[in-house]
């Protein structure tokens, strides 16, 4: 890769320059969600994955990052294969960048911008290297009409293969982004695998994948909490991303907002109804050495029959069910809600971030003061019970168990007895 005027070296450290001073990517990924909350907490850029989000004017963003003193990695949404995009058809590979650069000529000269990101995870699925030379392509363009800005594209995890055919056919890339979730513990050990000690930035991380979790007896994957999430989420940020200091520019936390995917909390540092977790507020301190004025609770244990999630929850059609929680909370007054899903139809399961709808609710208690939640289910399935801690200061704990509601017979019997706890 050619070295870039906006990415230097000292002593053997790569520095990226934004306004020609240093600068360290303290960001997330951010489309939907306002700015304002962002910048609070000490975020100083973010990235898009498509100039039209289809919610938000992309100039109204910029100017408004502008306005809060941040930074945007502008994604271009280049087509996949995986979605029957054909990188042999020179035709359609020529219109699409075409289509990339007006969108180029339209932003390049926006004070808020700092770099383009060319496609997402275009390696995923992916079987023809010829996306490499379209990349290329389109990255000698840009930087023929825009060489103020560097040009990058986001990979779905880090594999030699891909490395070296991005180092053969996409030689005009500045950087590389790298997505990468439970195995950014192995970081440094992957990277060495890969044969890639240039400068890169982590364009998506968080909690561990639902992919690389543990699933049930049934196969439906075990969503940590948003406490064990945040406590992830600040020793990988210290101990995997800043520690790198030689060739890691930064990161993309994912995701300031909410989505589904699994489950409607799995991702989102924001619950549904714009809940704050405690995720934030590990992000807040690394980013500015202090932490907010109102604290996220956390919950410490959630159990359904006296049993964790971990222990795969059974439960005959009808029967009586009793949920309890465990929670910590620096906030004298907290409610508790307890609701249960439907699991995402396995057919409607998403593929790399895609749309997936949200799953029916069928049984719910909002806000009561009872860590106890009994209830019962009557039609066989699949289901997810949900706890959710909300304080008055918009924040939120949550933590689920997925269930399964099959014949009595069907059902080995469990030596556990519901154990009656007080809230912590």
Known sequence: MPKSQLIKQNDGAHILLNGSQPFYIKGAGLEFAELETFAAAG????????????????IELLDEAQRLGLSVCMGLDLARERHGFDYSDLKAVKAQNEAMMHDVERLKNHPALFMWGL???????AKNPKVWNA???????????????????ML???????????KKRAPSLDLLSFQIYGDIDQLPQILDKAGYTGPY????????????????????????????KARDISRRYNDIILRDK??????????WGQKQERTPTWYGLFLETGERTEAIDVLQHAWTDSWPQHRAPAIDALTLNALEASESVM???????????NFSTRESNTSISWVVRKEVERALQSDGGDHEPTPATVASS???????????????????????????????????????????EEIKPKSKSIIQNTVS
């Open 201 to 228: 930035q982590v364009t998506e991380w968080g909690p561990t994948g639902h992919w690389e979790s543990p699933e049930t007896s049934w196969k439906r994957q075990i969503e940590p909490s948003s406490h064990d």
């Open 246 to 255: 030689a060739n890691c520019l930064g990161s993309y936390i994912f995701l």
């Open 366 to 408: 909002v806000a009561t003061q009872d860590a106890h939640y009994r209830f019962s289910i009557s039609s066989p399935g699949e289901y997810r019970l949900y706890c959710q801690i909300d304080t008055p200061n918009n924040t939120s704990a949550v933590a689920n168990i997925p269930f399964l509601v099959t014949s009595a």
């Open 43 to 58: 975020g100083n850029a973010f990235r898009t994955w498509r100039v039209d989000n289809g919610s938000r004017d992309v």
């Open 156 to 166: 779905a995890g880090i594999d030699k293969p891909t490395i070296e055919a991005i």
């Open 315 to 325: 439960m005959s059609p009808n029967e009586t069910a009793v949920a309890h929680v």
């Open 119 to 125: 496609g997402n995870e275009l390696n995923l699925r």
């Open 135 to 153: 990349v290329d392509q389109l990255a000698r363009q840009i930087k023929a009409a825009d060489p103020n800005h560097l040009v990058t594209t």
